[in-house]
């Protein structure tokens, strides 16, 4: 058996408190089949902070993990751990989503290694960044966060579809931010006005948007997306650039990811803050806005790819 559910059941044992999880680890569905019929899940960014975290917890719970980031060592540290714990198992691809073409690359990698995907976590990111950095482009030449954070995982999302189809019930969750900020459709690459942290809210209710769109697109299909904020200022690196105190923990964040990703009876579509369902900022309920957006990203990874 693979699936959402039995994970899910887990992940009730998680919240709950620990001694509840290792319980329900001993009974985990997975503990006992074979490799190939472990639910296998995508984690971009699972070289560090949230994405590592999340990458070894589903481990333990006898995923089969394709972790993914830009730094071989740290990424391999995180398969090595998965599999020296035995549950479950993972494998190391390498993508810097700063050049779409990597991106690309990265998702007929993976259709050429897996034939169905349960869950696609897309949650590589480029924080606010310090205060008074410079704006950065990409190698494709569009603003760094909107691409990294946003464009990249469009791009990747559908191109993966196929795979997620063929998992279903799967699920897209997409790791956004309580920073929201209304996109401007005349100027998505910042030129004026840079401010990293306006960059990064903005990258980051594109991602909701999306999410909309998929939930609409993909009704029907047994594919579901969310999105989620998952704690507010975590202990990590991303927090840490920005020279800020920490207000919460990455376990805490870890809580927010897993429920999405693998609770039952959620419905698609749905923004979370935290543990809870809410509504997000205003513009991803607008149509319009999405269309534009949709057509914007479609025209940049069309140019980006020669297509
Ligand atoms: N930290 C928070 O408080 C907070 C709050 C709300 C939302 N979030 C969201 O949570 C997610 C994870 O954040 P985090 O705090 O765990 O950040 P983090 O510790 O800085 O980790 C970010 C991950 O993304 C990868 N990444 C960065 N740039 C990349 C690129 N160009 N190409 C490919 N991978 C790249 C990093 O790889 P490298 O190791 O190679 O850099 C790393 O694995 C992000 O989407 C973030 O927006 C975080």
Redesign the pocket.
Known sequence: MHGLLGLGLLLLGFLVSSPALLEAQAHSPFSSVTPDDRPVVLI?????????ELALELGTWGAHVIV????EE?GQEVVDAIEADGRGSARLFL????ELAQVSALAQEIRAHYDRLDVLV??????PGSPGHERVLTQDGYE?RFQ??YL?GYLLTRELLPLLERGVPSRIVN?????QQTLDFADLDMDEGYQGGAA?GRS?LAQILFTMDLAEELEGTGVAAFAV??????D????R?TGST???S?EQ?LASVLQVATEAGLESGQYFHELEEREAHEQAYDPEARRLLRERSDERIDRALNR
Not at 44 to 52: A, I, K, Y
Not at 122 to 127: D, E, F, H, R, S
């Open positions: 971009t960014g699972s070289t560090d902070g949230l994405g590592r993914h980031g830009r730094n740290r993508a810097d989503f700063g897309n949650n590589a990111g480029v924080g760094l990294v954070n990249a790791v956004t931010s309580r920073n990064y980051k904020h998952p704690a507010p200022a975590m990590t690196e991303m927090v650039q920490p207000q919460s990455v964040g």
